[in-house]
């Protein structure tokens, strides 16, 4: 069974109810049907009632009571969010006018129906940027206590048959943020670590990835991932990482036994952490592009509640996907 199959099917073991903030884009309403159909959630749609309604009828897809539509500009619910948006964002000036539109935002919206408790989880970024719709999380749906900060990964399923045997693996962070410092390097690599545990229930080994591997090179870029390095073998002796390691000396076992020797994870790496958001976001897209990944995300990993992005180049295949992950994560 495929990594992707495997979990949607494990998302339909405990179906969610996960609201999409662009209910008036095809893509989005094709996936939501789709995740529907495969039990893996209820759906709630944000948009204007017509358009959303127009989309869904274009699918041709009955789906009953599993696809609801909430439109912010005539919502039970928009009053209430207004006031919570007042509340939260009173101390960065912002007046009760000010989130009374806010609140009528379709991001800030389904930002606010997961943390208001109306559902478990969101998606958007199909239509919006990473900005937008990230920021919207970060300032609604807020970090998690126990989390250093919020920083994303992508699930990459490579193809199958890749001649690498391997089936899927991490890389964080492509989608949030810009240039982390070795400290926030470390703390992307631990909450990877952990994502990799539980989205793909395989024991992460954490490569941080460099232009140069284990001092073939120097330059204050490197001495960073060296440095985030010897913070992870500080403070998380048990998790195995290592760094700093090329592409080939983290993935390829020959390349990594003879550049890094010694190294149980050079070679065998399966969480791929980038220096910064050019590497991570450009090897992403290379990896999927010309390497024919699928490559879900970026997931968020450190909110208090799930919210999670998409490339504005997702398919209706990749809102699925986006759809388990989220489920799965609200299940957790
Ligand atoms: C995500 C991003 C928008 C945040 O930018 P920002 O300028 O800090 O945004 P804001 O100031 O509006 O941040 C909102 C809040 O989240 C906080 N925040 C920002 N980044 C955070 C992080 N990584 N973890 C936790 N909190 C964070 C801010 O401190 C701010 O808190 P406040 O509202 O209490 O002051 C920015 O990092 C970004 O643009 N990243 C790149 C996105 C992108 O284009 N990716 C490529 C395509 S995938
Ligand atoms: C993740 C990402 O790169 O998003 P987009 O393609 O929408 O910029």
Redesign the pocket.
């Known amino acids: 069974m495929s990594v992707l199959q495997g979990l949607q099917d494990r998302a339909a073991a405990r179906p969610a109810h996960i609201v999409l903030s662009e209910g008036h884009d095809p893509r989005v309403v094709a996936g939501a049907v789709s995740a529907v159909q495969a039990g893996i959630a209820r759906i709630t749609l944000v948009g204007t009632t017509d358009e959303v309604h127009r989309q869904l009828a274009d699918t041709g897809a009955s789906v009953g009571p599993m696809i609801a539509v909430e439109d912010p500009q005539t919502s039970s619910l928009t009053d209430e969010f207004a006031q919570t948006y007042f509340d939260l964002?009173k101390h960065?000036g912002v007046s009760e006018d000010i989130a009374a539109i806010q609140a009528r935002d379709p991001l800030v919206f389904a930002a606010m129906m997961v943390r208001n408790g109306h559902a478990d989880g969101t998606v958007g970024?199909a239509v919006a940027?990473?900005?937008?719709t990230?920021?919207a999380a970060?300032?609604i749906i807020?970090?998690a206590k126990d989390?250093?900060?919020?920083?994303?990964f992508f699930l990459m399923a490579l193809p199958e048959g890749h001649p690498s045997g391997r089936s899927a693996m991490i890389f964080g962070d492509?989608?949030?943020?810009?240039d982390p410092n070795a400290e926030?390097l470390a703390a992307i690599a631990v909450a990877s670590a952990a994502s990799c545990k539980q989205l793909l229930g395989d024991a992460p080994k954490v490569a941080l990835l460099s232009f140069s591997t284990k001092g073939s090179a120097r330059h204050p870029a490197v001495t960073k991932v060296s440095d985030a390095v010897e913070i992870l073998q500080r403070d998380h002796p048990d998790l195995p990482a290592d760094g700093e390691l090329q592409f080939d000396a983290a993935f390829v076992p020959e390349v990594g036994a003879s550049k890094a020797p010694g190294s149980t994870v050079a070679g065998h790496a399966n969480v791929m952490i980038f220096p910064n958001?050019d590497a991570g976001?450009i090897g992403y897209k290379i990896a999927q592009r010309i390497g024919g990944a699928d490559a879900i995300?970026?997931v968020l990993q450190?909110l208090s509640k799930p919210a999670n992005?998409l490339?504005r180049g997702c398919t209706a295949q990749d809102v699925t996907n986006m759809i388990a992950v989220t489920t799965l994560q609200a299940s957790s």
């Open positions: 964002r960065k970024g940027t990473t900005s937008d990230v920021r970060l300032q807020g970090k989390a250093p900060l919020v920083s994303s492509c989608g949030l943020v810009i926030e958001l976001n995300g970026p450190g992005d490339s």
